[in-house]
């Protein structure tokens, strides 16, 4: 029997409780402590392999609304089609499924001309050569500004244009894939380069519907249309110093119709790699709505950007 009061018998049980509680803390933390180096270094690649799927499948998402018709951007919201939001649902688990897999693309399998520019543009990419001319003996142009669906189309209309292809330019990671760019850690925007026979139409008339086509979106960074991130910056990518002097000189033309500080760039070209084979004359195949639009020369039709 205790020699005890009852309220000391209740402080004694308190303290044996708390004791026995700090005790295993103590214990727990000595353990900790025994974690080795790379079992820490697991845990932290977990932690960034998390991270990298976030931020992958953020991406993809953001991709996949802004070609659905719509995106939240510089505090507008435009609300994307409801019957894709099971889609973009969707293609956010795959993202995060997909991670630490890569499908490169198959280059050897680009259509080549008189179709498209694609098949000889690897070519090139793969031996790290900017060429200034064509295998046939065209001069070569890069352009970009926002998704490269619509703005192939308006090239492809182009009289003298010879052959367009769809890629990615001026990013510091070789045979990026659609979702790699997409996740902004590439340095790669979306461009097209178009081939053209120099005696039909002139690199100044290309600039010009390069402008015409961009609007006000020059001004805004990063951003073009309904598209934002780095992989839609806009850019004049020369091959030539002649085209460079050009171009710099055409943005100083357009500088003078806008208040605020025009931000394409200008730059000389670096390695173009061809996109997916999807991508390639998207619209002129039938885009998202499987309603093909013309690439005859000289056609006016509206263009639908996203198909």
Known sequence: MSDHAPWQQLCFSDTSRKAAIREREEETTRQKKKKTASDYIII?????NRLLAL??????VKALVSRS?????????????????GVVSMNFFSALSGLGTKKEIDYSQLTGLPMSFAKEAAEYAIQSIVPTKSKDGHSIATFAFGCFWGSELAYQRM?????????????KVEKPTYNEVCSETTGHT?????????????????LDLFWERLGGDATRLNQAGNDFGTQYRHGIYCHTSEQLQLAQQSLQEQQTKFRGQIVTEVESATVFWPAE????????????FGVPQSAEKGATETIRCYG
Do not use: F, W
């Open 69 to 85: 018709g719509g995106i939240v951007s510089q505090g507008r919201s435009l609300t994307p089609i409801a019957a894709r939001r």
């Open 190 to 206: 979306e461009a097209i380069q178009v081939t053209y026979d120099e005696n039909e139409v002139t690199y100044k008339e290309l």
């Open 44 to 48: 932290q690649l977990e932690m960034s």
């Open 55 to 60: 931020r992958l499948a953020t991406h993809s």
């Open 277 to 288: 084979e999807y991508h390639q004359q998207y619209l002129q195949k039938g885009g998202r």
């Open 159 to 171: 009289p003298g244009v010879i052959a367009t292809c769809v890629g990615y330019t001026q990013g």
